[in-house]
């Protein structure tokens, strides 16, 4: 599919611990386009829920808890301060009370309707790059380019273990493997969900980040983009 002029979708899909958010950050930036992290979007809801001191699992009253909540997502790759309810909470969202209460909330067929329609707008208002879970199968299933992130578990558990070790919150990362088995609990979770499970679409292009850096991650998606006439 040949991007129409001037605006294009680009989705980025994938587990945690292959350089999504970076990537996909940094070819948003790379080509001029908004770049929207669905992902902090589910923590924000997650974190309003924790300080609501509601049950994660609890589907219904989680469901209610959205008819008070107003996000105004970033979509400036350069600035991606997050709120809710005026406070910054751009730090708080990946603490991890977030990280464990956030895929039952995810799963929540109500928040995932509520976030699609504001996540969908986002992604058809320009030229965008989306990153998450289900962008190239729910959120913009028409994307210029679908890419699918992958990398294997071992190189993921030590990027994650790596990026806690230098938490800003001064969070305790705990040992490599407790960090796999986290992640492994989580891609489970999220792969066999009900409603939008983890899967790369049909038409995604798989790129295994794990013998990749930052940046050559960046140049291979830059390089798909290009083939699409995305520039």
Not at 92 to 111: F, H, K, L, W, Y
Not at 204 to 209: I, N, R, S
């Amino acid at each position: 599919m040949t991007a129409p002029s001037g605006r294009f979708v680009v989705a980025i899909d994938g587990p945690s611990g292959t350089g999504k958010s970076t990537v996909a950050r940094l070819v948003a930036e790379a080509l001029g386009a908004g770049y929207l992290d669905t992902g902090a979007m589910y923590r924000i809801v997650t974190l309003a829920v924790l300080r609501d001191a509601l049950d994660p699992y609890d589907d219904a009253a989680v469901a209610a808890a959205l008819t008070a909540l107003v996000l105004d997502p970033p979509t400036d790759p350069l600035a991606q301060r997050q709120l809710l309810r005026g406070d910054d909470v751009t730090t708080e969202i990946r603490s991890g009370a977030v990280t464990s209460a956030v895929s039952p909330v995810s799963a929540n067929p109500a928040v995932r309707a509520w976030l699609k329609d504001r996540q969908q707008a986002i992604a058809r208002s320009g030229r965008m790059v989306v990153e998450g879970r289900d962008i190239g199968i729910v959120i913009a299933p028409d994307a210029e380019l679908k890419v699918y992130l992958t990398a294997s578990a071992e190189v993921r558990a030590r990027r994650r273990h790596d990026e806690g070790r230098t938490d800003v919150a001064g969070r305790d990362p705990g040992e490599l493997a407790a960090v796999q088995a986290a992640l492994a609990h989580r891609d489970r979770y999220d792969s066999t969900r009900a409603h939008a499970p983890l899967a790369a679409a049909d038409d995604a292009v798989v790129v295994d980040t794990s013998g990749l850096d930052i940046h050559e991650s960046v140049r291979a998606v830059l390089a798909l983009a290009a083939e699409r006439g995305i520039s």
